[in-house]
């Protein structure tokens, strides 16, 4: 989806500073406008590039956005999920945002430019199984809130993209760690969660397979950047309207009972559930 978004931006004509992870990563992204950066905002040190390079844009080009698409997925249930886990989900998925944002503020306050922070429908709705993915994107959000209301005063907006299922290897990644989770739980941890566990993977690849493609979801995060006036928040897909509307208007006990039933869905045949 990143890959997707700089691809997009170049072809409305933003020079793109794309950051990768490793320079094998930037070769298809070597084109017209854009320019890959390795980047790890993880790395204080990466990102004290990042910030030189933009301050010290040979051309004297303002920096108009900054769209903060890092992410890793993370699946598993709260009580069997380990704590160095959660840490790296958040230390990827809100930390290095805000750092990244951090050291980028000036220069965006400097062209009075703006901040699009790409969040998730899990960062509006959490279910069984998505507590450490869907805590790191509701940290996203309330961080989002209220770096949006602090920077109003400056002009620098502050903008929130929650997609929904996108046909990326990300989901597939996130569930690599899911037989080690497994194998290493106690009977009476598998008694409460063997079967969920053993639904994510095919649940996590239904919801992944609705979804739109990254270059769909590009369109709706550029128009996130281009807009003369943004909304606040921009959905992408019809599943993330229709769930994130739910998750406003439907009781607690209500939106549980329908998560489940569709985490149901996908359990062992034979499950009690």
């Given at each position: 989806?990143?890959?997707?978004?700089?691809?997009?931006?170049?072809?409305?004509?933003?020079?793109?500073?794309?950051?990768?992870?490793?320079?094998?990563?930037?070769?298809?992204?070597?084109?017209?406008?854009?320019?890959?950066?390795?980047?790890?905002?993880?790395?204080?040190?990466?990102?004290?590039?990042?910030?030189?390079?933009?301050?010290?844009?040979?051309?004297?080009?303002?920096?108009?956005?900054?769209?903060?698409?890092?992410?890793?997925?993370?699946?598993?249930?709260?009580?069997?999920?380990?704590?160095?886990?959660?840490?790296?989900?958040?230390?990827?998925?809100l930390f290095g945002h805000v750092a990244t944002t951090q050291?980028?503020?000036?220069?965006?306050?400097?062209?009075?430019?703006?901040?699009?922070?790409?969040?998730?429908?899990?960062?509006?709705?959490?279910?069984?199984?998505?507590?450490?993915?869907?805590?790191?994107?509701?940290?996203?959000?309330?961080?989002?809130?209220?770096?949006?209301?602090?920077?109003?005063?400056?002009g620098v907006q502050v903008v929130v993209v929650e997609p929904?299922?996108?046909?990326?290897?990300?989901?597939?990644?996130?569930?690599?760690?899911?037989?080690?989770?497994?194998?290493?739980?106690?009977p009476e941890q598998n008694a409460r969660y063997g079967d969920?566990?053993?639904?994510?993977?095919?649940?996590?690849?239904?919801?992944?397979?609705?979804?739109?493609?990254?270059?769909?979801?590009?369109?709706?995060?550029?128009?996130?950047?281009?807009?003369?006036?943004?909304?606040?928040?921009?959905?992408?897909?019809?599943?993330?309207?229709?769930?994130?509307?739910?998750?406003?208007?439907?009781?607690?006990?209500?939106?549980?009972?329908?998560?489940?039933?569709?985490?149901?869905?996908?359990?062992?045949?034979?499950?009690?559930?």
């Open positions: 989806m990143g890959a997707a978004t700089a691809l997009e931006l170049a072809r409305r004509g933003f020079h793109v500073l794309a950051g990768v992870r490793r320079d094998s990563d930037g070769t298809a992204l070597r084109a017209a406008g854009i320019e890959p950066v390795i980047l790890d905002i993880t790395n204080a040190d990466h990102i004290a590039a990042l910030a030189a390079r933009v301050t010290g844009d040979p051309e004297g080009r303002p920096l108009r956005a900054l769209v903060n698409n890092a992410g890793i997925p993370g699946a598993g249930p709260v009580e069997v999920t380990p704590l160095d886990q959660w840490r790296r989900i958040f230390e990827v998925n050291a980028l503020i000036p220069a965006l306050v400097r062209s009075r430019g703006r901040i699009v922070n790409i969040s998730s429908v899990n960062g509006k709705l959490s279910m069984a199984g998505y507590g450490p993915y869907a805590s790191s994107k509701h940290a996203m959000e309330a961080m989002s809130d209220a770096l949006r209301t602090e920077l109003a005063p400056t929904g299922g996108v046909k990326t290897e990300m989901a597939g990644h996130g569930l690599a760690g899911l037989t080690g989770l497994a194998t290493g739980m106690t969920l566990v053993q639904a994510l993977p095919s649940h996590v690849a239904a919801f992944t397979e609705a979804g739109v493609t990254a270059d769909v979801a590009a369109r709706t995060i550029a128009k996130a950047v281009t807009d003369r006036r943004p909304r606040t928040r921009y959905t992408i897909g019809a599943t993330a309207g229709f769930l994130i509307s739910a998750s406003r208007l439907l009781p607690d006990r209500l939106l549980d009972r329908m998560t489940i039933s569709d985490l149901r869905k996908h359990y062992p045949a034979g499950s009690r559930g």
